[in-house]
């Protein structure tokens, strides 16, 4: 186990340095001068410019860029944004809590909600209820995020008066909740589907038949024999989705206004703001890496059966 | 390894994660009865969001960071909404030949920290923002000032830290001189980038750009990056312009969206610009708080000169495609009436701008397939209109086009960049296909700031690359002018030989439509659709 988790930690390296790679060239690809963009319309003189980029490093060659930004990386240095001056990892640690915040929330609030639908649905499956669940995920999965977002904003803020439509600067909990409603409902979805599923063919199998034969009592049943079976399905599902939830929030981080991570990488992307990218994809491939590592890890306590050695 | 046990500990990591971040979910409740939530009282909110760079008055030249900007520093003169100007920290400024100009200064200002200001505090200020090793985006606004080339060579390092045009009288007088003669310099010191510095700048520029000192009428709180600024009303302020209000917070919004339902919700007092999707029912949404007001900018297509299409074209050509645009009913209906039909190459709120009468900025289709023949027609039958996807311009653009292939037969399609700074580049490296959108809000409100910038062969902003002799020689002789009139009317001139040549095809003039809550009164709109924040007061 030990060994195989080092393993797991070694081969992220290659991962990492690709990625940054990657996006640095695509970065880099771009067309439009993040120098001159900040002039906008109005002339800035050429020899400015070249002392700007000068400062900046962004006249050398690529590969000289990129193992530059290595070297600072491996000191602890994600560079400087261009336009406002400010340190990237003081940008990224300013947008990262929040954005952290409403993951949680959407995190758990998909795993309560997905999983306990999922299972009510599985139990009788092509029941009544579970129709209706069925019916309603899919009105989910197929409502962009936008709209729903904007139909809570309007329901609960501008026609009940129960909620801002905004959170505030310094966002407390309960303002989260509606977001990270509306972020975790499409996964909610696919969970509660998922589970459905898993859960209606594990009814079938013979060791549920065994494990009601043997006359233990209904919770254990479900709790441990078909629950465990079940989530293995589910949780390689949950795994990715925590690096989506993110990393995607951008339509709902703009709806209702959360100053989060999606609208930092969006904001640096049309700003031409490399190292501002880099630095939050590097990170999101950090999250995607370790959650996944946890995914592997969490087989072996549901499935027994897989070992790491 | 036991599942069941572990499952358990993840369920109560969770349960902890939770509850942690619940500890900050008491609300406060402190919110004034009257006063728009989560503001102090007398406070006033705007929709600013964050500057693009750090806050010094010539790094700064987009509309979020001068907001700021213009709170706390006051430079020497500023304009009123019909473009007249308003002397705040100078008492006067005069030149009897346009090329040295004496400004006096009042007496008794202070700047936020006590330091008298001085004319010192200026000249230095205008050396340091001027030399090229101090990287200020807007050095260029000082290339009148005899001696710039010493201090921003074109390569390698300045000669010299100072201009040899400024030079200090006494304590309150300087004299600035021009290399050349500019009738009009004096409104470009209506310019934020004019504005003066105290002496603890220069210890740390870096620092002072996150926590700036001036001499305007609020002083410097706090700035929470990306969420808020909030400066404060300053006492001892002793200009025309002094706060009606006790403070301002700047707060940044993710989309106009946000922002608008935030006003009306009261959590925000004004909102700057209304977006499209709310732009139908703002005005019942807002009542008396709903602004609507025309400002100093104009669109405009304009032409490439360099490439296959427009290369030599016969002026009667762009007239003609000028005539082919409905412009009353694009504005009315995709733009959503937030635009005026121009009827110039200068909007109405700049000195000199005058009515053209002239037929082709008229819709027309007959005239303008006469037009189009006359001249020879477009080459290929077909041009592209080059415009950035990022900032709202593809449902005009697709209109106008339509409008222009109805009207005449030319073929017109859009040539989407995915945003401005592609779309920049190819202007500056000569890319553009056909036409591209161009847009221009007054520095100052003079016709010249539309005319010389844009259409001189030699300007920097001339990305057209329209050059014509006659016309750059017409506007020599407003330069030459010794009063602002004579140059003004010269510009007069210039614009008139302008329509003959069409160096670009004038569209509409910008309207602001924003609005305010109502909690706050008095919000105006200056003549660059900025809304003026020092008058607004709160209820």
């Known amino acids: 186990m030990g060994r195989y988790v080092a393993r797991r930690l070694l081969q992220m390296i290659p991962v990492f340095l690709g990625s940054t790679l990657l996006v640095f060239l695509m970065m880099y690809a771009l067309p439009g001068d993040p120098v001159r963009a900040l002039a906008g319309e109005q002339h800035v003189d050429a020899s400015q410019i070249a002392a700007l980029k000068a400062q900046y490093g962004l006249d050398q060659p690529i590969w000289q860029q990129y193992l530059n930004y290595l070297g600072n990386l491996f000191q602890g240095d994600l560079g400087v944004q261009i336009g406002t001056q400010r340190p990237v990892a003081e940008v990224i640690s300013d947008a990262y809590p929040i954005t952290v915040r409403l993951a949680i929330f959407a995190f758990v609030f998909t795993v309560v909600a997905g999983i306990s639908l999922g299972i009510v649905a599985g139990l009788k499956a092509e029941s009544l209820r579970d129709r209706g669940l069925l019916g309603l995920t899919l009105v989910l999965i197929s409502m962009p995020s936008f709209v729903l977002g904007f139909l809570v904003q309007y329901l609960f803020a501008f026609q009940l008066g129960i909620a801002k439509p905004n959170v505030s600067l310094e966002p407390t909990s309960t303002e989260l909740i509606m977001p990270a409603i509306v972020l975790a409902s499409l996964s909610l979805a696919y969970v509660a589907r998922l589970t459905r599923t898993s859960v209606a063919e594990n009814m079938r199998a013979d060791y549920m038949r065994t494990a009601v034969a043997k006359g233990l009592p209904r919770r254990r049943v479900i709790g441990v024999h078909l629950m465990r079976n079940s989530l293995i399905p589910v949780v390689t599902f949950l795994g990715t989705d925590i690096g989506a939830l993110m990393g995607g929030a951008i339509v709902t981080e703009g709806i209702f206004n959360i100053k989060g991570v999606g609208s930092l990488v969006f904001e640096a992307l049309g700003k031409r703001e490399g190292a501002t990218v880099v630095g939050v994809v590097t990170l999101l491939v950090v999250v995607y890496l370790i959650c996944s590592l946890l995914v592997d890890l969490l087989y072996a306590v549901l499935d027994p059966r897989i070992r790491y050695a | ?539």
Not at chain 2, 190 to 207: E, Q
Not at chain 2, 364 to 385: M, R
Not at chain 2, 405 to 422: H, I, L, Q, S, Y
Request: glycine share 8%.
């Open chain 2, 1 to 539: 390894m036991r599942g069941a046990k572990s499952a358990k500990w993840v369920a109560g990591a969770a349960v902890i994660a939770l509850a942690a971040t619940a500890c900050g979910g008491s609300d406060s409740s402190d919110e004034g009865k009257k006063s728009t939530s989560g503001q102090p009282a007398g406070y006033v909110s705007i929709d600013v969001g964050e500057p693009q760079k750090p806050l010094m008055p010539a790094d700064t030249n987009e509309s979020n960071g001068s907001y700021v900007i213009q709170s706390l520093f006051t430079q020497l003169l500023d304009f009123d909404d019909k473009g007249e100007i308003v002397l705040t920290n100078a008492e006067s400024v005069e030149s009897e030949d346009s090329k040295t100009w004496t400004v006096k200064l009042k007496a008794g200002w202070k700047f936020h920290n006590g330091e008298a200001v001085t004319a010192q505090s200026y000249i230095d200020a205008w050396n340091w923002y001027a030399n090229i090793e101090n990287k200020q985006q807007n050095a260029f606004w000082f290339s009148d000032i005899a001696g710039y080339a010493d201090v921003h060579p074109e390569k390698g390092a300045p000669k010299s830290k100072e201009m040899s045009g400024l030079k200090a009288v006494d304590d309150t007088t300087f004299t600035i001189e021009l290399a050349e003669k500019v009738p009009y310099f004096n409104y470009k010191l209506g310019y934020a980038t004019f504005a003066p510095l105290p002496k603890v700048f220069y210890d740390d520029p870096k620092a002072f750009g996150q926590k700036p000192i001036g001499n305007g009428p609020y002083t410097f709180e706090k700035w929470t990056h990306k969420k808020l600024i909030q400066v404060k009303a300053w006492d001892e302020y002793q200009g025309p312009n002094k706060a009606a209000n006790k403070g301002i917070q700047f707060k940044n919004y993710s989309t106009v969206e946000a922002a608008y339902s935030d006003v009306i919700s009261g959590n925000l007092d004004m909102i700057r610009q209304v977006g499209p999707r709310d732009l139908p029912k703002y005005k019942t949404d807002l009542g008396d708080g709903a602004i609507e007001q025309p400002y100093a900018a104009i669109q405009t297509l304009v032409p490439a000169f360099y490439n296959a299409t427009f290369k030599d074209i016969d002026p009667k050509v762009l007239q003609g495609l000028s005539m082919g645009i409905d412009r009353d009913t694009i504005t009315k209906t995709v733009l959503n009436n937030t635009r005026t039909p121009a009827t110039s190459f200068t909007p109405p709120q700049v000195k000199g701008n005058q009515q053209l009468e002239s037929d082709f900025l008229k819709y027309d289709p007959v005239k303008a397939k006469a037009l189009i023949k006359e001249g020879g027609g477009v080459p290929e039958n077909k041009f592209t209109i080059q415009y950035n996807a990022d900032g709202g311009h593809k449902e005009w653009v697709t209109a106008v086009c339509e409008s222009i292939r109805n009207a005449t037969g030319v073929d017109c399609v859009g040539d989407a960049k995915p945003d401005f700074p592609t779309d920049l580049e190819a202007r500056d490296n000569n890319q553009v296909k056909g036409m591209y959108r161009g847009g221009w809000v007054a520095d100052y409100p003079v016709n010249v700031n539309f005319l010389k910038e844009l259409y001189h062969s030699k300007a920097e902003s001339n990305n057209g690359r329209f050059a014509d002799k006659e016309i750059d020689e017409l506007m020599a002789k407003g330069d030459k002018a010794d009063s602002l009139e004579e140059s003004v009317a010269a510009y007069q001139e210039v614009e008139k030989a302008l329509v003959e040549k069409m160096p670009a095809i004038p569209l509409w003039y910008y309207r602001i439509n924003g609005g305010h809550g109502k909690n706050v009164d008095n919000v105006k709109v200056d003549f660059h659709g900025d809304l003026e924040l020092t008058g607004v007061t709160t209820k």
